[in-house]
């Protein structure tokens, strides 16, 4: 069954309350490096998929994409991007990431914001985004780091008074499901590794052209509470493209 943990009410409720949620892609503390590998979206034709509240479709309209569509399985996450949304030029259509459809070469540019790592299977995904794009196109994603998937807890080692002492890493090859707690709300994770990600992007055909993790930004790093940020990365970014 795919998972919709954003149609239920407390779970929506609490994300909505997130920096990223309440201040867009600006609350998002991985935006400055997704935005150089997105790159030129002037007269393309985009797909976002797992949409949310619509802030990356708004965007590439905002840098004059000829049109934009928005997927997101969750019914309140494609009501929210409609209320948030007001340009003829962008639609949404509620499917599962793992459903979609499209036709060849029907899309410039692939763009999809922290979904992959709630999805089994990546090399379908894989497939079905190559076939949608045209020759040369692009595909850029980004999903929680290895990392940062790689143990159930996903949380800090502490000392007894309460430090951070380290990130731990455990069972980083065993892949697969990951049963996690996130917005205290039991949540199913896919743990894969960096050499997966990479080796299903070039086994389905794309050329592997940017390959980045997160770290925040100058600005962000006058928060204080941004300093652990830079000891482990949170977020893996993959640019890829079509082979023309």
């Not at 070469?105 to 979904?115: G, K, R």
């Not at 290895?146 to 800090?156: G, H, K, L, V, Y």
């Not at 996130?182 to 390959?211: C, M, P, Q, W």
Request: aromatic share 12%; with cysteine.
């Amino acid at each position: 069954m795919k998972q919709n943990k954003y149609d239920d009410p407390n779970f929506f409720s609490a994300y909505e309350q997130m920096a990223r949620s309440v201040k867009g892609l600006e609350g998002a503390g991985e935006w400055h490096i997704m935005k150089e590998l997105i790159g030129d979206l002037k007269d393309k034709e985009v797909l976002d998929l797992g949409c949310g509240f619509g802030w990356h479709c708004r965007y590439a309209r905002e840098q004059q994409a000829r049109s934009v569509l928005g997927v997101d399985i969750s019914e309140r996450m494609i009501e929210r991007a409609r209320e948030m949304t007001n340009d003829p030029s962008i639609a949404y259509i509620r499917a599962s990431i793992e459903d979609i459809d499209f036709s060849n070469a029907q899309f410039d540019v692939v763009i999809s914001s922290l979904a992959f790592h709630y999805i089994q299977s990546f090399q379908t995904i894989c497939a079905k985004v190559y076939d949608c794009l045209i020759p040369g196109g692009r595909f850029v994603f980004s999903v929680e780091h290895p990392i940062f998937t790689s143990r159930n807890e996903q949380d800090w080692y502490y000392d007894d008074q309460g430090n951070r002492l380290h990130w731990p890493v455990d069972n980083y090859q065993v892949e697969g499901v990951r049963e996690t707690n996130f917005l205290n709300e039991n949540v199913t994770k896919y743990h894969r590794t960096i050499s997966t990600y990479i080796n299903d992007l070039i086994l389905s055909g794309f050329i592997i052209k940017a390959v980045k993790e997160s770290v925040p930004s100058d600005d962000m790093l006058k928060d204080p509470e941004m300093k652990d940020e830079t000891r482990r990365p949170m977020f893996l970014m993959i640019a890829a493209e079509k082979n023309s």
